[in-house]
């Protein structure tokens, strides 16, 4: 069978797995709306994180990811999306040893020392494996599952229902752009040759942090679906939270993340767009490993420009300021009502960098605070016509979430207004360009259209 035709038939598969749980839900769902019943979102919810949960990949990576972004999907999805898991069944020792041999040739077991039978880690495009090389060294070889190209167009066709239907129930966010955004994206992160270059990306980028640890792609043992790096010892930091560290570490593992992603992306424009607890480890010495590439995405020094007018228009309650950088962002049609409750959301967000002392990132005890910042954001936006958010904004602002959920997590007690200032001082956005295209072409990283 040819490979057009596997992945045409695996594309069928997948979609029929998950259309009668996204298909029926938003049946009743439309029902709801055109019969004026309330229905039971919440089990409705439910239906769809069991669907979900039994799935590997792309669909649950996605469901996690809109989880987190405020009014993608309704509060009731929202809530049991959050609570799914990367835990597919990993590929058993057969069928390793033949993806192995799909990607670097029959003979590949001669060229370890030594291949590890069982997985060391699952994720939801992939397993990992630890392996050593002839010369001694540890390395972590991360093996995409089969057929993952047309589990991930099945998904993004799902996708597309799922938000499809909910832009008809409520029209406040419209997320046509977030779909795009979301597809690329998730495209990208099956090219792991794509990924080896923007791990060597990050290792340029935080070459002078050394509280931050990035492994080394070995080329020679890496494909497109295939990727082998140095292994990184560390530990899970879900694990270390549980053994309830000092405070003093609990910072420095805070500061490290905030370097970690923050240094990249005010100095070269580049995000991690992939922050939750399964993408980094804890080392003994309170530095962390950072792992998992595919999620990156590179701005344009004027959006970086756009973020920074932003804080600096909250800081000073400048409107106009303000207006420019949602401008700069990519929002069209922002009125001076739709401007008050962006800023409601940018408010939220700032805060913790406008505060010049030591705190917590959040200072009240309600693990909802976000959540119902989000709603009155979305009420307000829905009363005053609704807003399209640019391909930009997506990544962004799961980033700020998701480490704002860590740092939440760690309890982290540090100035977060003195770190972002001095990340910002003296910016210039020639200087970001420049810094930007010279380590992309070093790295081998494709530059963005």
């Given at each position: 069978m040819s490979d057009n035709r596997s992945s045409f038939l695996g594309e069928v598969r997948r979609f029929a797995r998950t259309s009668s749980a996204v298909g029926g839900i938003a049946a009743r769902l439309a029902g709801e709306r055109v019969f004026g019943v309330r229905g039971d979102r919440a089990g409705h919810a439910e239906d769809l994180r069991?669907?979900?949960?039994?799935?590997?990949?792309?669909?649950?990576?996605?469901?996690?990811?809109?989880?987190?972004?405020?009014?993608?999907?309704?509060?009731?999805?929202?809530?049991?999306?959050?609570?799914?898991?990367?835990?597919a069944p990993p590929m058993g020792w057969s069928f390793v040893r033949r993806r192995m041999a799909s990607e670097l040739g029959p003979e590949w077991e001669g060229r370890f020392g030594e291949f590890s039978r069982s997985a060391a880690a699952a994720a939801s495009l992939g397993q990992v494996h630890r392996a050593r090389l002839l010369d001694g060294s540890e390395v972590a070889c991360k093996l995409q599952y089969p057929d993952m190209p047309s589990t991930v167009e099945a998904d993004l066709r799902q996708l597309k229902l799922a938000m499809a239907v909910y832009r008809r129930i409520d029209n406040a966010i419209d997320q046509e752009d977030v779909f795009t955004e979301l597809r690329e994206r998730l495209r990208e992160e099956l090219d792991y040759l794509r990924e080896a270059a923007q791990m060597r990306l990050y290792r340029l980028m935080l070459a002078n942090e050394p509280t931050v640890q990035v492994p080394v792609p070995v080329e020679a043992l890496s494909t497109r679906r295939l990727l082998t790096m140095t292994w990184l010892d560390g530990r899970s930091l879900l694990q270390r939270l549980q053994e309830d560290p000092p405070q003093e570490e609990r910072n420095r593992i805070a500061e490290a993340l905030f370097r970690a992603w923050y240094v990249p992306l005010y100095r070269y424009g580049v995000i991690h767009g992939d922050p939750h607890l399964g993408n980094y480890q804890a080392r003994p010495d309170g530095s962390v490993n950072l792992l998992d590439f595919g999620a990156i995405r590179v701005f344009p020094a004027r959006f970086i420009r756009g973020v920074i007018d932003l804080y600096e228009a909250v800081r000073d309650g400048d409107e106009a300021k303000s207006h420019h950088a949602y401008e700069a962002w990519g929002f069209t049609n922002?009125?001076?009502?739709?401007?008050?409750?962006?800023?409601?959301?940018a408010q939220f967000l700032y805060e913790p960098l406008l505060d010049d002392r030591v705190r917590r990132i959040q200072?009240?005890?309600?693990?909802?605070?976000?959540?119902?910042?989000?709603?009155?954001?979305?009420?307000?936006?829905?009363?005053?016509?609704?807003?399209?958010?640019?391909?930009?904004?997506?990544?962004?602002?799961?980033?700020?979430?998701?480490?704002?959920s860590v740092f939440l997590r760690l309890r982290a007690e540090l100035n977060w207004s003195r770190l972002f200032r001095e990340l910002i001082a003296g910016f210039d956005t020639e200087a970001l360009a420049a810094r930007q295209a010279a380590a992309l072409a070093e790295a081998g990283v494709p530059t963005p259209a």
């Amino acid at each position: 069978m040819s490979d057009n035709r596997s992945s045409f038939l695996g594309e069928v598969r997948r979609f029929a797995r998950t259309s009668s749980a996204v298909g029926g839900i938003a049946a009743r769902l439309a029902g709801e709306r055109v019969f004026g019943v309330r229905g039971d979102r919440a089990g409705h919810a439910e239906d769809l994180r069991a669907v979900l949960g039994g799935l590997k990949g792309p669909l649950m990576k996605v469901a996690q990811f809109l989880a987190t972004v405020p009014d993608a999907l309704p509060a009731e999805y929202a809530a049991e999306l959050a609570e799914l898991q990367a835990n597919a069944p990993p590929m058993g020792w057969s069928f390793v040893r033949r993806r192995m041999a799909s990607e670097l040739g029959p003979e590949w077991e001669g060229r370890f020392g030594e291949f590890s039978r069982s997985a060391a880690a699952a994720a939801s495009l992939g397993q990992v494996h630890r392996a050593r090389l002839l010369d001694g060294s540890e390395v972590a070889c991360k093996l995409q599952y089969p057929d993952m190209p047309s589990t991930v167009e099945a998904d993004l066709r799902q996708l597309k229902l799922a938000m499809a239907v909910y832009r008809r129930i409520d029209n406040a966010i419209d997320q046509e752009d977030v779909f795009t955004e979301l597809r690329e994206r998730l495209r990208e992160e099956l090219d792991y040759l794509r990924e080896a270059a923007q791990m060597r990306l990050y290792r340029l980028m935080l070459a002078n942090e050394p509280t931050v640890q990035v492994p080394v792609p070995v080329e020679a043992l890496s494909t497109r679906r295939l990727l082998t790096m140095t292994w990184l010892d560390g530990r899970s930091l879900l694990q270390r939270l549980q053994e309830d560290p000092p405070q003093e570490e609990r910072n420095r593992i805070a500061e490290a993340l905030f370097r970690a992603w923050y240094v990249p992306l005010y100095r070269y424009g580049v995000i991690h767009g992939d922050p939750h607890l399964g993408n980094y480890q804890a080392r003994p010495d309170g530095s962390v490993n950072l792992l998992d590439f595919g999620a990156i995405r590179v701005f344009p020094a004027r959006f970086i420009r756009g973020v920074i007018d932003l804080y600096e228009a909250v800081r000073d309650g400048d409107e106009a300021k303000s207006h420019h950088a949602y401008e700069a962002w990519g929002f069209t049609n922002v009125s001076r009502e739709k401007l008050a409750v962006l800023n409601q959301w940018a408010q939220f967000l700032y805060e913790p960098l406008l505060d010049d002392r030591v705190r917590r990132i959040q200072e009240n005890d309600d693990p909802q605070f976000g959540r119902t910042v989000a709603e009155q954001v979305h009420a307000g936006l829905k009363r005053t016509g609704g807003v399209r958010p640019p391909r930009e904004f997506v990544l962004m602002d799961r980033s700020a979430i998701g480490l704002g959920s860590v740092f939440l997590r760690l309890r982290a007690e540090l100035n977060w207004s003195r770190l972002f200032r001095e990340l910002i001082a003296g910016f210039d956005t020639e200087a970001l360009a420049a810094r930007q295209a010279a380590a992309l072409a070093e790295a081998g990283v494709p530059t963005p259209a």
